[in-house]
C-alpha cells in the first residue's frame, strides 16, 4: 500500500510537468502557424516556393494540432483536419501556379483558424491568449 501511494504520488508531481510540456509544444506551433499565415496573407497570388514553405509548414503542424484536439475537442479536431485538408490543396495550387484555388484555400484556412479561436480561446487584458478550458 505505500509502494503504491508512493507511485500515485510521484505520478501526480509529474503530471503537471507534462501537460505543461504539451502545451508549451502547442503553443510554440501556433505562434509558427502565425507567422506562416501572416507571410501568406501578404502574398498576392500565393504560389511560388515561399507560399509552398509556409503552406507545408503550416500542414505540418495542423497534423499535430489534429492529434492534440482529438483528445479534447471533437469540434477544435474537426477545423485542424479542415484546416490542414486546406492547407494541403493550398501547396498543390502555390505549386502548380494555379493563384485563385491557391487563395480559396487560403480563404478556407482562415476560416478554420477563426472558427477555432473564437471557440477555444479568450483574450487576456494583456493582448494574450489562453484555452477556454472546456475540453
Not at 507571410?39 to 503542424?61: C, F, V, W, Y
Not at 494540432?65 to 501547396?91: D, H, P, S
Not at 493563384?99 to 484555400?105: D, G, I, L, P, V
Not at 487576456?124 to 475540453?135: A, N, S, T, V
Request: net charge positive.
Amino acid at each position: 500500500m505505500k509502494a503504491l501511494t508512493i507511485v500515485l504520488f510521484a505520478l501526480l508531481l509529474g503530471l503537471p510537468s507534462v501537460i505543461a510540456e504539451q502545451y508549451r509544444d502547442f503553443t510554440a506551433g501556433m505562434k509558427a502557424c502565425h507567422e506562416s499565415y501572416h507571410a501568406l496573407a501578404d502574398m498576392p497570388n500565393k504560389t511560388g516556393r515561399q507560399a509552398i514553405h509556409h503552406a507545408e509548414r503550416m500542414a505540418s503542424i495542423y497534423e499535430d494540432m489534429i492529434g492534440f484536439w482529438r483528445q479534447r475537442n471533437a469540434a477544435a479536431a474537426k477545423w485542424a483536419e479542415q484546416g490542414k485538408a486546406a492547407l494541403v490543396v493550398l501547396a498543390a495550387a502555390a505549386y502548380s501556379g494555379d493563384s485563385a484555388r491557391a487563395n480559396e484555400a487560403f480563404a478556407t484556412v482562415g476560416q478554420t483558424c477563426k472558427e477555432c479561436h473564437d471557440a477555444r480561446r479568450v483574450k487576456l487584458p494583456d493582448g494574450h491568449y489562453e484555452f477556454k478550458h472546456q475540453w
